[in-house]
């Protein structure tokens, strides 16, 4: 069965960083554009970044952009999100998302563009 794993969610300060994880389960991540999704409490789920198949195109949501890095390891298997200077804005479930695409240069922003989907970790970010 195939799945997506995220792990690496976790409770710190302001400025702080983290690294998420997203690991392929049952299938290889080559040939799949990836997406970072985050959803805040009392919020819907809003797109943070995306990374195509080929590895060649990144794409951040405003609010993240300069501190956020999508990136991939296809070797692994796995997708990460390296997120520094976190802000309290940041508090939120992320996502990560993939879905096998022809196009390998293709980086999608909504949630409908993806058929594989992580069960989310936590992220909260607190003085």
């Known amino acids: 069965q195939s799945r997506l794993v995220e792990s690496g969610g976790g409770s710190l300060q302001p400025g702080g960083s983290l690294t998420l994880s997203c690991a392929a389960s049952?299938?290889?991540?080559?040939?799949?554009?990836i997406a970072w999704f985050r959803q805040a409490p009392g919020k819907e789920r809003e797109w943070v970044s995306s990374?195509?198949?080929?590895?060649?195109?990144?794409n951040y949501a405003d609010p993240v952009k300069g501190r956020f890095t999508i990136s991939r390891d296809n070797d692994k298997s796995t997708a990460y999100l390296q997120m520094n200077a976190l802000k309290p804005e940041d508090t939120a479930v992320y996502y990560c998302?993939?879905?096998?695409?022809?196009?390998?240069?293709?980086?999608?922003?909504?949630?409908?563009?993806?058929?594989?989907w992580g069960q989310g970790t936590q992220v909260i970010v607190s003085s």
């Open positions: 049952g299938f290889t991540l080559r040939g799949y554009g």
């Open positions: 998302a993939a879905t096998w695409t022809p196009a390998a240069g293709w980086v999608g922003t909504t949630p409908e563009a993806y058929d594989l």
């Open positions: 990374l195509s198949a080929n590895g060649r195109n990144t």
